[in-house]
Structures are given as structure tokens and as C-alpha cells.
């Protein structure tokens, strides 16, 4: 019987470290993932919020705007999208009533979002923070999210079932794809990243399965017991959700390619640590 044991021992062993859930947790537990999903909710309600209901006020085609991304993206229906909307309807004339400072406070808001969004990317791939004037990166970033969120509301009136399906996973795939790329300067392969865009996708989907089922009769219930207050709560525990998915999608992607994918790597790497997805040295990036 103990000639066996070390045999189950290292067979055990075997078996953790390639399914390496446990890494997957304690990775989580390393970059804080929560806190991170809970700061990524904030920075969501004061910045993407104040941002597309400009958008949508400037909308010549009137689609909805934020209301509508929202009602979409949360998977409302019914009298739940109907209380949601009559709240957050942007106003006719809130670009010509926006003032400078406003302004000027959103765009700090929207840095900062952009800029805590790459910080959690440089966390999850363990790479050095980016130098300060990569900042035209966060802002460019920001305003592809902005496109991105825009055409969501313009696909959901354009397409329905399987199109729909279809257009949008692709659409966020590609996003999330790029937008890691891109926010971590192209410091890392296209091929690493895909796994991370990939799984970001289908935590969005799991994400809007939840919500339909859990927050559309949580809306309307709140709506009656909280009023406003507690419309805007469950918007930002969704929020919440959406950078737990973000963040975890892209930790899911580093945790695939330490246990189940072979990337090229790069000369002068020995294949332990993040410098084995690094496609070339981090060089100085220039607006």
C-alpha cells in the first residue's frame, strides 16, 4: 500500500496542475479581482453613463442611446425596460447645457476608467505599468469603447435571433481582442490574447442570461420598494458583473495559456513567467 501512495501523490498532483483551477482561483485572489470588477462598476456609472447619453443627445438616427444599451445589455424586457428607460432618457438638450467643467470632468473620468482598465490587463499578464504618456492609448480606447457600445444599440434594431447573436459576438470578440492588444501597447501576441477575448464573450452571455432571469423582476420590485435608488443600485450591481466578466475573461485567457496553449516564444525567453507571450520589448510609445 505505501508503494502506491507517492504513485497517487504525483498522480494528483498531475491532474491539478492541468486542469490548475486552483491557480486560477489564487490569481483571481492576487489581483483582487473583486475589488477591481467593484471599481470598474464606479468608474462605469460616472463616466460610460454621462458619455453615451451625450452620444445619444448628438444621435441623428434617435435609437435610444444609453437607455437602450442598457436595456439591451442587461436583457430587459417588458415593464422592467420600460422603468429603466423613463429614468435614464437623455435630455434634448444636454450638449448645449453641458459646461466646460463638466467636460472637463468626464474626460478626467474617462482617462481614469481607460486608465484602470489597462492597469487590471497589466496585473492579470504580469506586465510593468505603461509610462505615462501612453495616455493617447487610453483615450483612443475609450472612444472605440464608445463606437462599440453605440453599435450594439444600432445592431439590436437591425437584427434579430441568430443574426443577432452572431453580429454581436463577433463584434465583442474582435473589441476585447483589440482592445488588450492595444491598451497593453502590442507587448503581447494576437494569438495569446484570443482565449481572454474569446471567454470575455461568453461571460457576457452567461452575464445576460443571469440578468433577464435575476434583475428584470429585481428592477420592477425596487422600483416600488426604493424608487430611483434602487433602480440604480441593480444598474450597478450589473456593472459590477460586467468588470468581474472583463477581468476575469482576460485572467481566464493567461490561466489557458499557462496550462493548455503553446505560444511562440519570443528569443531570449526561457518559457516560465509572462515574458514567453511577450511578442518584443516594451518600447517607448509616441502620440
Known sequence: MKRHVPR????????????????LVRRGRDIELMHRAMGFATLSLVTLAPLLIVVAAADPLGEGGFASWLVDGMGLSGRSAHVLTDIITPPVKVIGTTSVWGGVLLA????????????????????????WHRVWRQVSWLAVLTAYLYQEVLNGHQFHGLPRIVVSATTGVLFFWW?????????????????????????????????????????VDNAISYGTVGIVL??????????????????????????????????????????????RRARRDTP
Request: charged share 15%; proline share 6%.
Open 8 to 23: 497517487v501523490r504525483q498522480a494528483v498532483l498531475d491532474l491539478e496542475h492541468r486542469l490548475g483551477a486552483y491557480v
Open 108 to 131: 478626467v473620468f474617462g482617462v481614469s476608467f481607460a486608465g484602470s482598465v489597462q492597469n487590471g490587463y497589466e496585473r492579470v499578464w504580469g506586465l510593468p505599468p505603461g509610462p
Open 179 to 219: 482592445g488588450q492588444h492595444f491598451l497593453l501597447g502590442g507587448q503581447l501576441h494576437w494569438r495569446t490574447l484570443l482565449p481572454g477575448a474569446l471567454a470575455t464573450m461568453v461571460g457576457l452571455g452567461g452575464l445576460r442570461v443571469f440578468s433577464y432571469l435575476v434583475f428584470t423582476p429585481l428592477i
Open 234 to 279: 441593480v444598474v450597478e450591481s450589473w456593472l459590477t458583473g460586467v468588470g468581474f466578466v472583463v477581468y476575469g475573461g482576460a485572467m481566464f485567457g493567461r490561466w489557458f495559456c499557462d496550462h493548455h496553449w503553446t505560444p511562440r516564444r519570443a528569443p531570449g525567453h526561457d518559457g516560465r513567467g509572462p515574458g514567453r507571450y511577450i511578442r
